[in-house]
């Protein structure tokens, strides 16, 4: 994600520039970075959960790993209730942070895992995608995730040719920002383009003329 993720944001600035808006790409793009943004907090919020079930079971319950847990979801918790409501309420009655070691329930990573897995195809994602918490074992809980194979992530390529990989400002080998524009101009991938007229250039402090 870390590779892709900048690209698709430069993408779709590109074609947020472009005359006339490219409104097909930038609504790729959105989607595309919604689903990466779904995938880094429903991993954080499934390691978390893991760490709590198994402090549960050592009777050394973590108030800190349950908070964590429950913040990571609730980062995300809306946008997938919106995608599957029945998975997101599953989720949020077994991570609820009002819950203490003798209500939670004993298997409540399980429920959650497998409420998110089922959410998998309304979010665009897969099991391959989101992977498993590198210490649990994929059998955990009874059985690997299932979920139908999801559509690819895009690749996302700048009207360049360029892949668009790395932050703006830079090149994919670059360890420091190599493009810097004048007043009177913003950077575009790795360009300076004219500042488009009747825009506010935050380096003049008003519109753009």
Not at 155 to 172: I, N, P, R, T
Request: aromatic content about 8%; proline content about 4%.
């Amino acid at each position: 994600l870390n590779e892709v993720l900048p690209g698709m944001f430069m993408r779709a600035r590109e074609a947020l520039l472009s005359e006339p808006i490219d409104i097909a790409v930038v609504e790729e793009m959105s989607l595309a970075i919604y689903r990466c943004i779904a995938i880094t907090f429903i991993r954080a919020a499934v390691k978390y959960a893991y760490k709590v079930q198994v402090s549960i079971s050592d009777d050394s319950y973590s108030d800190k790993y349950h908070a964590e847990g429950y913040t990571y979801w609730r980062a995300m918790s809306a946008n997938i209730a919106d995608a599957n409501e029945t998975a997101a309420r599953m989720v949020e009655a077994s991570l609820m942070w009002t819950l203490s070691p003798a209500t939670l329930a004993v298997d409540m990573y399980c429920q959650a895992k497998h409420a998110l897995e089922a959410a998998y195809p309304s979010l665009g994602l897969d099991c391959s995608m989101v992977g498993d918490f590198k210490d649990s074992d994929p059998n955990f809980c009874g059985s690997r995730c299932s979920a139908p194979e999801a559509s690819p992530l895009p690749v996302a390529k700048l009207s360049s040719g360029e892949s668009g990989q790395g932050c703006v400002g830079m090149s994919s080998e670059a360890t420091e920002v190599v493009t810097f524009c004048s007043v009177g101009e913003q950077a575009v991938g790795t360009e300076c383009q004219q500042c488009r007229v009747g825009w506010y250039n935050a380096q003049e402090g008003g519109t753009c003329t």
